[in-house]
């Protein structure tokens, strides 16, 4: 699996004081993926992404572009690129100008400069807008600027923090569509940060939990969702229940369960909430020992036999459904 | 009186009035007053109403005139240039090299510190430091870097712009830094990211940037000096004239005409050069 241009995270620590923002962690990222680092807020992504850019020093270990450590050289120089949360396109240029910043930078002659620009912009379908300011666009054209300004360099990795936060939801979806489809043509490495867990699963070819400043799980967005392997990754990507059985913590998908009668292998629950999906039912229940549930169940069953609030019901589930949880 | 109220804009006209009232009164009435006396004519002992051009001919057809406004705009010129530089420098290093709010502020109100004492204080506290025997002399000759006191620091072009630089540099600290401080820091990121050196940023980024604060600062600098004339006074020890002190002579010899018509001038140059500094950068999205 290993290639001559993965990007690789040796025992990547950063400490702010006595505080440990990134503990210790190691990872090589798949290449030519679209990688998503997917955590609540204050779990180290961010510091993590910021270290592969070089907007934050590393307080130990090293990072591996192309096997060589580029974790001292300054941002510009480590064939990776960035783009901004708020996007931080400068307000005082025009977008053709923002694109064309760090050829400008390298010297380049204007002619040069903004042809190559053009080409950028218009691959993400914003030519026609060039002459405009950051502030005379709308935040998904002010997003499509900013990633023709990250890619204008021919970074082999490009690194985005966060960026359909700023968007409304409707938009997020078509801006996630359309990051997807960029990385495919491109068919560079995107290492994405975002806190929301169905759009790591939506976009990611890898999904990285990190949780406590360190990764809890990676793998393929299914392999993480079907078999999350700690507590934490089951509940944080949601859909799953943790249950436990003989003292052994379990996950179990909130769709796999299904209502049974007794005697098949099963947990006793109250009722407390019903709420109508459109496609399923979500049935939310206190099994034993205050355990909370959750069963989603396809709406045409459900109302077949309706249930109402405050009835007991027993929940059952297929045996190869359950995942234990190392922790 | 019901129905007044009840005219279109009447109840905005009211709301304006208190301010509108006061510019009337304080501002325009003055300079009417002023702009009309400058046009009376006036004799070694009398002033007496009249139109008539006398005074600016005068003004500008003297040359003494035309040097000391020359020099007052080297007065100008200088001391911009260097509470430009003074004042951009520390708003720099307030904004990107403090990096906790509470230290920007204790930094920021030291710099204000000097403004406790008046400003008529704050320049003759300069005069036992430059003079002849003062501490500047005394210790150059101590360190053995000059043998003979030097002439120049005090009473001199040197000393009127030390202390204009003293007293204005805070006027161009504020305005920056608070332009400055809005500067997103991301901006500074992306543009190191797109591979920008510490001075490229500066050059395509930060001072583009910092212009409206520029010159706001500009303005408040280019203002208070081309109207001081008490500075001007003091520092050179009545040796050096400027068209504060040309006006405020001809006050002192009642000669109210002349100081009006050469106020009048003054104010239209202020205004003209304010003017052609507004055409260069757009201060709006600050106010």
């Known amino acids: 699996m290993r290639s001559q241009n993965d990007l690789e995270l040796v025992h990547v620590t950063k400490r702010y004081g006595s505080a440990v923002a990134v503990d210790n962690v190691s990872h090589v990222f798949t290449p030519g993926a679209y990688v998503c680092l997917l955590g609540p807020s204050g779990c180290g992504k961010s510091s993590t992404l910021r270290m592969i850019a070089g907007h934050e020093s590393v307080s ?173 990754v089951a509940r944080f990507l949601g859909g799953h229940n943790v249950i436990s059985l003989e003292g052994k913590h379990y996950a179990l998908r909130s769709d796999r369960l299904r209502l049974v009668e007794k005697p098949v292998e099963g947990l006793d629950a109250a009722v407390t909430s019903v709420e109508f999906l459109g496609t399923h039912v979500a049935l939310g229940m206190i099994g034993p020992g205050d355990t909370a549930i959750t069963a989603m169940i396809p709406e045409d069953g459900f109302f077949a036999a309706p249930i109402e609030t405050g009835a007991t019901v027993r929940v059952g589930w297929d045996s190869q459904d359950l995942h234990l949880l190392t922790r | ?76 010129l200088i001391t911009w240039a260097i509470t430009l530089s003074i004042g951009f420098t520390v708003a720099y290093f307030l904004t990107f090299h403090v990096h906790t709010l509470t230290w920007q502020i204790t930094l920021f109100l030291l710099c204000t510190i000097p403004f406790w004492t008046s400003n008529i204080i704050r320049m003759i506290s300069w005069v036992p ?96 000096v081309m109207g001081d004339f008490i500075t001007v006074r003091f520092m050179s020890g009545s040796q050096i004239a400027n068209v504060g002190r040309l006006i405020s002579n001809d006050i002192g010899l009642l000669q109210y005409p002349s100081a009006a018509a050469t106020a009048v001038v003054l104010l239209c140059t202020v205004l003209i050069t304010i003017a052609i500094m507004l055409r260069f950068v757009d201060i709006r999205k600050e106010l």
């Open chain 1, 60 to 232: 130990d270990g090293a990072i591996l572009l192309n096997g060589r450590d580029i974790s001292g050289l300054p941002p510009a120089k480590r064939g990776t690129a960035m783009m901004f949360q708020s996007y931080a396109l400068f307000p005082h240029m025009t977008i053709l100008d923002n694109v064309a910043f760090s050829l400008k930078m390298q010297g380049i002659d204007k002619k040069t400069r903004h042809s190559k620009a053009h080409e950028l912009l218009d691959l993400v379908g914003m030519d026609e807008l060039a002459q405009r300011l950051p502030a005379q666009l709308s935040g998904g054209q002010q997003q499509r600027a900013a990633l023709a300004r990250a890619l204008i360099t021919n970074p082999q990795v490009l690194l985005l923090d966060e960026p359909l936060s700023a968007l409304d939801p409707f938009l997020r979806i078509r801006m996630r569509g359309e990051l997807k489809k960029l990385q495919r043509e491109l068919g560079i490495t995107f290492i994405h940060v975002t806190h929301g867990q169905d759009e790591a699963l939506a976009l990611a070819d890898e999904v990285v939990v990190m949780n406590n400043a360190v990764i809890e799980q990676a793998g393929t967005a299914r392999e993480v969702f079907n078999a999350p392997q700690t507590e934490f």
């Open chain 2, 1 to 76: 009186m019901e129905r007044l109220f009840r005219r279109p804009g009447a109840q905005s006209w009211m709301l304006v009035s208190p301010i509108m009232l006061i510019l009337v009164f304080f501002l325009l009435m003055p300079i009417g007053m002023i702009t009309a006396v400058s046009f009376w004519g006036s004799t070694e002992f009398s002033i007496y109403p009249a139109f008539q051009f006398d005074n600016y001919e005068y003004l500008f057809g003297s040359q003494v005139v035309w040097n000391v406004f020359i020099k007052t705009f080297t007065f100008a």
């Open chain 2, 129 to 224: 430091f430059l003079g002849r025997n003062g501490i500047a002399n005394q210790s150059l000759i101590g360190m053995g870097l000059i043998d003979e006191p030097l002439e120049w620091l005090l009473f001199s072009d040197f000393a009127v712009i030390l202390a204009f630089v003293h007293l204005y540099t805070l006027f161009m600290v504020v305005p920056i830094f608070n332009t400055m401080m809005r500067i997103d820091k991301s901006l500074i990121e992306a543009a190191r990211d797109g591979g920008a050196s510490g001075f490229q940023i500066l050059t395509n980024v930060i001072i583009p940037l910092t212009k409206p604060g520029i010159m706001i600062g500009s303005i408040f600098v280019v203002a208070l």
